[in-house]
């Protein structure tokens, strides 16, 4: 999602799975995604780890173009240049707000998905702190948000939750070589 542009196949799947192991999307994961997708989508997209096929991704915003897995290389080196010689925009998509609703909206957004999260994971609080880290994005912007996320990061890295998902996570892979 840092990237200038995204190209990517009808087949891939793209989504942000890391509560799955207790912990938030990293590396600007939950910043980036609202600017791209809004605010919904996102939360959507990182409380049920849900990925998003290639065609949707596309119609999001979430990637600029879907091509064959023939073109893909060819397709992406083209987007490249193009962006380098200025015949396509150069996006930073940590600063987009086009799909960013405003403040007030955003709030009703995010007091909605606080309370589906404590119905439907009461003893969960690795969601909630994503929806927090979320809602910085709105209220403080893209540094601060940077900022919250990575303290968050750590605190629920170091989490008993994560701990435990991460061993199950490695547990239903080991089975399932037996």
Same mark, same amino acid.
């Given at each position: 999602?840092?990237?200038?542009?995204?190209?990517?196949?009808?087949?891939?799947?793209?989504?942000?799975?890391?509560?799955?192991?207790?912990?938030?999307?990293?590396?600007?994961?939950?910043?980036?995604?609202?600017?791209?997708?809004?605010?919904?989508?996102?939360?959507?997209?990182?409380?049920?780890?849900?990925?998003?096929?290639?065609?949707?991704? @596309?119609?999001?915003?979430?990637?600029?173009? $879907? =091509? &064959?897995?023939?073109?893909?290389?060819?397709?992406?080196?083209?987007? %490249?240049?193009?962006?380098?010689?200025?015949?396509?925009?150069?996006?930073?998509?940590?600063?987009?707000?086009?799909?960013?609703?405003?403040?007030?909206?955003?709030?009703?957004?995010?007091?909605?998905?606080?309370?589906?999260?404590?119905?439907?994971?009461?003893?969960?609080?690795?969601?909630?702190? @994503?929806?927090?880290?979320?809602?910085?994005? $709105? =209220? &403080?912007?893209?540094?601060?948000?940077?900022?919250?996320?990575?303290? %968050?990061?750590?605190?629920?890295?170091?989490?008993?939750?994560?701990?435990?998902?991460?061993?199950?996570?490695?547990?239903?892979?080991?089975?399932?070589?037996?």
């Amino acid at each position: 999602m840092a990237c200038h542009a995204r190209i990517c196949t009808p087949s891939a799947q793209l989504g942000l799975p890391e509560l799955q192991l207790g912990v938030l999307p990293g590396f600007g994961g939950t910043q980036r995604l609202p600017r791209l997708v809004g605010l919904c989508k996102s939360l959507e997209m990182m409380l049920t780890s849900k990925p998003v096929k290639g065609e949707e991704a @596309c119609g999001l915003g979430l990637v600029n173009a $879907v =091509v &064959s897995p023939n073109e893909l290389v060819a397709t992406a080196r083209r987007w %490249a240049l193009d962006i380098l010689e200025h015949r396509k925009p150069w996006i930073a998509s940590l600063y987009k707000t086009d799909k960013l609703e405003p403040l007030g909206e955003a709030r009703e957004i995010f007091k909605f998905a606080r309370a589906q999260t404590k119905k439907q994971a009461p003893n969960l609080t690795h969601p909630l702190v @994503c929806i927090d880290v979320v809602e910085e994005v $709105v =209220v &403080s912007g893209p540094i601060a948000g940077l900022w919250k996320e990575l303290e %968050a990061f750590e605190g629920l890295l170091k989490s008993d939750t994560c701990k435990s998902l991460v061993h199950i996570f490695f547990a239903q892979r080991g089975t399932s070589k037996v």
